[in-house]
């Protein structure tokens, strides 16, 4: 299986500041396709979670611009541009080159 | 808009088993792989297995192999997950969630959920 490793665990941000989240994968989620099939999510307390970012930099439907992805091969970075009351929550990479399908471990994103 | 609505909570004793569904609408129901992952209390994502709900062909994780059945309803546009020999390690909250890509094309990952339906085992 793949493993997905997230840093930092948690992070305390100040609203209208930027903050970043970094994921490395054990193995190059580069897919013979040319895609990279790198994702991320928020779960808000108490909520599912809901997509953020598909193929490391597109956003999905609805969700906001200050919200970006970046990376290649196994080395990945979240960026949010101003930190905003409701984006607090869990964030979660996934990656889906495999079909088991892995998450890495999150990161707990708190306003201060 | 596409909604996903799962079961309510179930209790359930050790040995037991537990099956729940996930009724989709505001979209081709046959159109897109739905994906199962679980959720232990305070803990992260776990990946359980995926159906195609046009042909009902599956694949789990070896994790669960022999213990997790998806299955499907194209009449009621419903799909279930049925897991058997509960432990209390398997306490979570199950979600289904749609693929983000349509069936046909390489499965990519989840892009809607359901609510999360709470399975606790206790004896």
């Known amino acids: ?112 | 808009q596409v909604q996903l609505v799962q079961s309510g909570a179930e209790v359930k004793k050790p040995g037991a088993s537990v099956k729940v569904s996930c009724k989709a609408s505001g979209y081709t129901f046959t159109s897109y792989y739905m994906h199962w992952v679980r959720q232990a209390p305070g803990q992260g994502l776990e990946w359980m297995g995926i159906i195609n709900p046009s042909g009902g062909s599956t694949s789990y994780a070896q994790k669960f192999q022999g213990r997790v059945t998806m299955t499907r309803d194209t009449s009621t546009s419903t799909v279930y997950m049925e897991l058997s020999s509960l432990r209390s390690e398997d306490t979570a909250v199950y979600y289904c969630a749609r693929d983000l890509s349509p069936i046909r094309a390489t499965i990519k990952g989840p892009d809607y959920w359901g609510q999360g339906t709470l399975v606790t085992v206790s004896s």
């Open chain 1, 1 to 112: 299986d793949i493993v997905m490793t997230q840093t930092p665990l948690s992070l305390s941000v100040t609203p209208g500041q930027p903050a970043s989240i970094s994921c490395k994968s054990s193995q190059s989620l580069l897919h013979s396709d040319g895609k990279t099939y790198l994702y991320w999510y928020l779960q808000k307390p108490g909520q599912p979670p809901q997509l953020l970012i598909y193929e490391v930099s597109n956003r999905f439907s609805g969700v906001p611009d200050r919200f970006s992805g970046s990376g290649s091969g196994t080395d990945f970075t979240l960026k949010i541009s101003r930190v905003e009351a409701e984006d607090v929550g869990v964030y979660y990479c996934m990656q889906s080159i495999q079909l088991r399908l892995t998450f890495g471990g999150g990161t707990k994103v708190e306003i201060k």
